[in-house]
């Protein structure tokens, strides 16, 4: 059973603050990589993708990908109020057709002005 | 700026009764993913279309559900018979196909409730 777990949170951090969300992945041979934003009664809106072993920066966000111990993280630079929300970790498999992500259930972050 | 749309937003359907979501993908995109999303629970891959192909269903319960892709008009997810358990946000997404990395691009859900 292919899994992807997040921790619920809720992760609070003050505004200004970076904010670290983490996710774990089962399937060592796992491709792509993705971090969406949910808002509530919201759909997830796609922030970063990563495929490769290392850090990639958009913006204030920074995803780090490590394959050798199946984890990657999102980190949040500068948090601001409007970042809160749920981030959902998305993973991708080498045997899965296109489109076909395994998510994590979320960890929803709250920032306090 | 039209992104992937959906409708309805919001569906209330009594036991028994056909549930009908429709979803339409962003321009110059011709694959679809229809997901559903359970209370508390993440989102979960239902199946994958391509103009009148189904390419990936592994996700589809085995009775009951059906999805379709015609050539003309919206993608259709189609739930016969529907029963509490049913009740989700049925999250629609797009992308233009072509590349094993595909990022998925969602539309604002239909919300099925179940009497």
């Known amino acids: 059973q292919k899994e992807v777990e997040q921790n619920s949170g809720p992760l609070s951090v003050p505004e200004g603050a970076i904010a670290s969300l983490n996710c774990t992945y089962s399937?060592?041979?796992?491709?792509?990589f993705f971090w969406y934003r949910q808002y509530s009664g919201k759909s997830p809106e796609l922030i970063m993708s990563?495929?490769?072993?290392g850090d990639k920066e958009d913006g204030r966000f920074t995803a780090q990908l490590n394959k050798a111990s199946q984890y990657v993280s999102l980190l949040i630079r500068d948090s601001q109020p409007s970042d809160s929300a749920t981030y959902l970790c998305?993973?991708?498999?080498?045997?899965?057709?296109?489109?076909?992500?395994?998510f994590g259930k979320g960890t929803k972050l709250s920032v306090k002005p | 700026n039209a992104g992937v749309m959906q409708n309805p937003r919001h569906l209330v359907r009594r036991r028994g009764q056909e549930a009908r979501l429709r979803c339409s993908p962003m321009?110059?995109?011709?694959?679809v993913y229809w997901y559903r999303q359970l209370p508390e629970e993440g989102l979960k891959f239902m199946v994958y279309?391509?103009?009148?192909?189904?390419?990936?269903e592994s996700g589809m319960p085995k009775e009951r559900f059906s999805a379709e892709f015609p050539k003309e008009g919206p993608s259709i997810l189609r739930i016969q018979q529907v029963v509490r358990g049913d009740s989700a946000a049925y999250f629609c997404?797009?992308?233009?196909?072509?590349?094993?990395?595909?990022?998925?691009?969602f539309g604002s859900g239909t919300q099925l409730s179940v009497l």
């Open positions: 997404a797009s992308s233009p196909g072509g590349s094993t990395n595909e990022k998925l691009f």
């Open positions: 399937d060592r041979v796992s491709q792509s």
């Open positions: 990563i495929y490769s072993n």
């Open positions: 998305a993973v991708k498999g080498r045997g899965g057709s296109q489109g076909n992500l395994i």
């Open positions: 321009k110059g995109h011709s694959h």
């Open positions: 279309l391509q103009k009148e192909n189904i390419i990936d």
